[in-house]
């Protein structure tokens, strides 16, 4: 039979044998059989959105960014000024805007750049890899982890498009 310090245990109200007040935490006994309060677990409903003034408008219905669990969900910025213009001209100018964009949103939501943790870039040709890696690396100094993806097609037939994740 295995002993109680082996096992964890919830009790309840009940179980324990107390009044039943209208609220009494779940508890746990430790192995020293000490009864500790459970920490709530985070939910949904800590998601914060985040808008900035200064990057692209959004192309559909979705937000610049999600603020959850400390941390900075970035949806793919495109190489657009805030007005909506997509920038023309070679890779490495149109590379610079979406990085210009990613930290215009991260500065809204009170991160910055150096918090990134990992990115995903989409590009329409591999050709452009080279071109793009020279401005990217220029803005990203401390590597973060990156995916890089050639599509078929971007969202108007833009050639680079770049997302991230960052620490709050």
């Not at 213009?85 to 964009?101: D, F, H, M, R």
């Not at 973060?144 to 971007?154: E, F, M, T, Y």
Request: net charge positive.
């Amino acid at each position: 039979m295995p002993t109680l310090a082996r096992k964890t245990l919830l009790l309840r109200p009940k179980q324990l044998q107390l009044p039943a007040p209208r609220y009494l935490p779940a508890l746990r006994v430790t192995s020293r059989f000490q009864l500790k309060q459970l920490q709530p677990r985070a939910n949904m409903s800590g998601l914060t959105t985040v808008t900035s003034p200064n990057a692209a408008p959004a192309a559909g219905p979705y937000s610049h960014a999600i603020k959850a669990a400390g941390q900075i969900w970035v949806a793919g910025q495109i190489p657009a000024d805030s007005k909506g213009n997509l920038v023309t001209g070679s890779i490495a100018e149109k590379t610079e805007q979406c990085c210009k964009n990613l930290k215009a949103i991260l500065e809204t939501a009170g991160s910055d750049i150096s918090k990134v943790v990992k990115t995903t870039v989409f590009l329409s040709d591999m050709q452009h890899f080279a071109e793009m890696n020279g401005e990217y690396e220029k803005w990203f100094t401390h590597k973060p982890a990156r995916s890089c993806v050639a599509v078929k097609q971007l969202p108007k037939n833009v050639d680079v498009e770049i997302e991230a994740v960052a620490l709050q």
